[in-house]
């Protein structure tokens, strides 16, 4: 980037500053964890089906509260249910569900939340005669726009994006918060994201699309590639962070997709955020959350949520029941062994580390476990460094890894089982082999 105005560089600074002390100055000493899962809900045929015709069901619950937002017309609608232990709402396809849990201490206290929320909200699925699926994408319906949810913010996305923001209509990932301190943020970051490749590699499970066998395992991932027409914009990050003023000037050259105009409304900007900054110059507060806005539409593997004060790893598919707890185990193993790991990425792949492991990235979404790996063993070498970074916070954990390593030893990819069961029962038999919830079939 070219020279910046005194008041572009005071605005940037002070953006920097704020994001930085939404995190806690100590790292925690016991991390918490959270867990966003999106599960496609589909009929029995595999259709995408509605999920706002989960709500009077789970409404009749005394101890649920109904969720709004605003429509494309700026009337109130009912997006989905919250109870005090856990939330459920409807994602940016009409077809997927969120269920959302944290943060708790232990993935242990997690998983005993998340397995109430499951068992009212797919039992209000089974009383429909519909499926959610333990699966990445929605195994039959094209990304439309008649899946579109309307919310007012979506149909601004799908004018600022065009038809490749439909795509997350019928995706369903499975990400996870994890606690970090101030000073850990750029080097958390830039490690899951380094490693983003082999959390796809052990978790693509969206190979079968609009009915058929798709060109990628984790179609969740290739088909989001390049969305909004910025490389960088969604998965792999370009390379590692300098520092948080390096991120955030980083964020800021992006292309600045919508902002709120200010009466409930959205207004597309021309150019990156760094364009649409001067207006907010001698406004401290609201330059911080118009970025805070624009960089919520930057969908990195790993990103830091201020908000919250957490690292967002993003890259996993949904998974099947068996394998529900891998992802989130995995990521939080690593980020608590981050200085282990990243020790051994230097020992395994030498100094051009960041490029070997984004072409393995490119190679995992493509193949997922077929990938060549960076060097022989290089996915055990990571397993078994985040099992001991769960083994050192004392609570069990590291038996939520179990089902991956049974995998990486049979060497047997999920995104083939998907591709074994399309051909042995078509879409029915994949829906049936992939619902979670009881009594659905």
């Given at each position: 980037?070219?020279?910046?105005?005194?008041?572009?560089?005071?605005?940037?600074?002070?953006?920097?500053?704020?994001?930085?002390?939404?995190?806690?100055?100590?790292?925690?000493?016991?991390?918490?964890?959270?867990?966003?899962?999106?599960?496609?809900?589909?009929?029995?045929?595999?259709?995408?089906?509605?999920?706002?015709?989960?709500?009077?069901?789970?409404?009749?619950?005394?101890?649920?509260?109904?969720?709004?937002?605003?429509?494309?017309?700026?009337?109130?609608?009912l997006i989905?249910?919250?109870?005090?232990?856990?939330?459920?709402?409807?994602?940016?396809?009409?077809?997927?569900?969120?269920?959302?849990?944290?943060?708790?201490?232990?993935?242990?206290?997690?998983?005993?939340?998340?397995?109430?929320?499951?068992?009212?909200?797919?039992?209000?699925?089974?009383?429909?005669?519909?499926c959610?699926?333990?699966?990445?994408?929605?195994?039959?319906?094209?990304?439309d726009?008649?899946?579109?949810?309307?919310?007012?913010?979506?149909?601004?996305?799908?004018?600022?994006?065009?038809?490749q923001w439909l795509?997350?209509?019928?995706?369903?990932?499975?990400?996870?918060?994890?606690?970090?301190?101030?000073?850990?943020?750029?080097?958390?970051?830039?490690?899951?994201?380094?490693?983003?490749?082999?959390?796809?590699?052990?978790?693509?499970?969206?190979?079968?699309?609009?009915?058929?066998?798709?060109?990628?395992?984790?179609?969740?991932?290739?088909?989001?590639?390049?969305?909004?027409?910025?490389?960088?914009?969604h998965?792999?990050?370009p390379?590692?962070?300098?520092?948080?003023?390096?991120?955030?000037e980083?964020?800021?050259?992006?292309?600045?997709?919508?902002?709120?105009?200010?009466?409930?409304?959205?207004?597309?900007?021309?150019?990156?955020?760094?364009?649409?900054?001067?207006?907010?110059?001698?406004?401290?507060?609201?330059?911080?959350?118009?970025?805070?806005?624009?960089?919520?539409?930057?969908?990195?593997?790993?990103?830091?949520?201020?908000?919250?004060?957490?690292?967002?790893?993003?890259p996993?598919?949904?998974?099947?029941?068996?394998?529900?707890w891998?992802?989130?185990a995995?990521?939080?193993?690593?980020?608590?062994?981050?200085?282990?790991?990243?020790?051994?990425?230097?020992?395994?792949?030498?100094?051009?580390?960041?490029?070997k492991?984004?072409?393995?990235r490119?190679?995992?979404?493509?193949?997922?476990?077929?990938?060549?790996?960076?060097?022989?063993?290089?996915?055990?070498?990571?397993?078994?460094?985040?099992?001991?970074?769960?083994?050192?916070r004392?609570?069990?954990?590291?038996?939520?890894?179990?089902?991956?390593?049974?995998?990486?030893?049979?060497?047997?990819?999920?995104s083939?089982?998907?591709?074994?069961?399309?051909?042995?029962?078509?879409?029915?038999?994949?829906?049936?082999?992939?619902?979670?919830?009881?009594?659905?079939?």
């Amino acid at each position: 980037m070219g020279a910046k105005s005194p008041g572009i560089e005071d605005a940037l600074e002070g953006i920097t500053r704020r994001f930085s002390e939404s995190f806690p100055e100590k790292a925690p000493r016991l991390r918490t964890v959270g867990r966003e899962a999106e599960f496609p809900l589909v009929g029995s045929d595999g259709r995408a089906a509605d999920a706002s015709r989960l709500w009077p069901i789970l409404l009749e619950d005394s101890g649920v509260k109904p969720v709004y937002d605003e429509k494309d017309d700026g009337s109130e609608f009912l997006i989905g249910v919250e109870h005090e232990r856990w939330s459920c709402v409807i994602e940016v396809g009409k077809g997927t569900v969120e269920v959302s849990v944290g943060p708790r201490d232990t993935i242990h206290e997690l998983a005993s939340d998340f397995d109430a929320a499951m068992e009212r909200v797919g039992g209000a699925a089974s009383d429909l005669g519909l499926c959610l699926l333990g699966y990445g994408i929605q195994p039959l319906s094209p990304a439309d726009e008649r899946l579109l949810t309307p919310k007012r913010r979506y149909g601004a996305m799908l004018e600022a994006i065009g038809a490749q923001w439909l795509v997350f209509c019928v995706t369903a990932g499975d990400q996870v918060q994890v606690d970090i301190g101030r000073g850990e943020v750029v080097g958390m970051m830039n490690t899951m994201n380094a490693l983003s490749g082999v959390v796809i590699a052990l978790s693509a499970n969206s190979s079968v699309y609009e009915g058929v066998v798709g060109e990628f395992a984790s179609g969740r991932q290739g088909l989001a590639h390049g969305i909004a027409g910025e490389a960088n914009r969604h998965g792999a990050a370009p390379r590692p962070y300098h520092s948080l003023e390096d991120y955030v000037e980083f964020l800021a050259g992006l292309r600045c997709l919508c902002l709120p105009d200010g009466s409930g409304g959205y207004r597309l900007p021309a150019g990156s955020f760094m364009d649409v900054l001067p207006e907010f110059c001698g406004d401290p507060g609201s330059a911080y959350e118009a970025f805070l806005f624009h960089e919520h539409y930057v969908w990195s593997d790993a990103r830091p949520r201020a908000r919250i004060g957490t690292l967002e790893v993003r890259p996993a598919c949904q998974q099947t029941a068996r394998l529900s707890w891998a992802p989130s185990a995995f990521s939080l193993g690593l980020v608590e062994a981050a200085e282990d790991v990243e020790g051994f990425i230097e020992d395994s792949l030498g100094s051009d580390s960041w490029e070997k492991l984004i072409r393995y990235r490119e190679a995992a979404v493509r193949l997922g476990f077929s990938a060549p790996e960076p060097v022989p063993g290089f996915l055990k070498g990571v397993l078994g460094l985040a099992r001991l970074g769960l083994r050192k916070r004392g609570f069990g954990e590291e038996r939520y890894l179990e089902p991956i390593e049974n995998r990486l030893e049979a060497n047997r990819d999920a995104s083939d089982d998907a591709r074994r069961i399309l051909g042995r029962g078509g879409v029915r038999r994949l829906v049936s082999e992939y619902a979670v919830n009881r009594g659905s079939n």
